[in-house]
C-alpha cells in the first residue's frame, strides 16, 4: 500500500471521527432536552400538589387534579425511559468515537510507518548510485 493510499484512508478515517464525534454531541444534545422536559413535568407535578394542598374547591377539584397527576406520571414514566435509551446512546456514540479516532491514530502511526520506509529506500537508492558511480 502507498503512502498515498494511506493518506486517504487516514483522511476518511479523520471524516468519519469528525461525523461520530457530531453524532456523540447530537445525542448529548437530546438527552439534556428529555432531562429539562423531565424537569418540567416534575415541576408541573408539584405545583399541581400545591394547588391541590391550598384548594378550597372539593371532590371535583380533586377528581381533575388526580387525573393530571396520573397523565403527569405517565409523561415522567416514559420520559426517564427516553432519557435511560438515550444515555445507552450517547455511551454508544462516545464509543463509536472512542473507535474511530484510535483507528485514525493506527492509520497515521502506518502512514507515517510508510513515509519512513520510503524515505530510507531512496536514500539507500542514493547510496547505490554514488557507489556505482564511484566504481571503475
Partial sequence: ?????????????????????????????????????????????????AAVGASTHGHLFLEAANRRLRGLAARA??????????????REQGLAQKRAELNAERIETLLGRERERVEAMEQLDGLTRARDASLP
Fill in 77 to 90: 414514566t416514559e420520559l426517564e425511559r427516553i432519557a435511560a435509551a438515550q444515555s445507552d446512546e450517547v
Fill in 1 to 49: 500500500m502507498s503512502a498515498a493510499d494511506i493518506a486517504k484512508r487516514l483522511k476518511r478515517a479523520e471524516r468519519l471521527t469528525a461525523v461520530q464525534e457530531q453524532m456523540r454531541r447530537a445525542a448529548e444534545w437530546q438527552l439534556a432536552q428529555t432531562r429539562r422536559d423531565a424537569d418540567a413535568v416534575e415541576a408541573d407535578r408539584a405545583a399541581l400538589l
